[in-house]
């Protein structure tokens, strides 16, 4: 029994889901998804977030990610269908030109399943 313990803690340890802090320095990118029963995925360039028609700068830094391998961090976007319902799920957008600070430069992505960045473990 104890063994088992202790095996499951190395097993929780070393896992990259930990409290730390992840500098972004790469490009954001996400999933998104379309189709019902065969879904087709494709990654998009993410250059902002939004929500009800304000724009959002993406964070520099995020003190945990779903995963982090090799320099590369992911993070999932939870977008359940009762979030969406709240309107709790932030939109994302791509830069397609104009004034940055106007919703109309960007196109609307949606909700990607995650996201993922270039980082550094701080």
Not at 51 to 80: A, I, M
Not at 95 to 121: A, R
Request: aromatic content about 16%; overall charge neutral.
């Amino acid at each position: 029994m104890l063994q088992m313990f202790a095996s499951l803690l190395i097993v929780f340890a070393s896992t990259d889901y930990a409290s730390a802090d992840y500098l972004v320095t790469g490009k954001f990118e996400g999933s998104f998804c379309s189709g019902f029963v065969i879904e087709v995925c494709k990654f998009q360039r993410i250059d902002a977030s939004g929500k009800n028609g304000q724009l959002f700068q993406l964070p520099e830094r995020f003190d945990h990610v779903t995963e982090y391998k090799s320099g590369r961090c992911w993070r999932k976007v939870h977008s359940s269908w009762y979030l969406g319902l709240t309107g709790n799920i932030p939109t994302f957008y791509r830069y397609i030109g104009g004034p940055k600070h106007l919703v109309e430069s960007y196109e609307d992505l949606g909700t990607p399943d995650f996201i993922t960045f270039k980082c550094e473990k701080q």
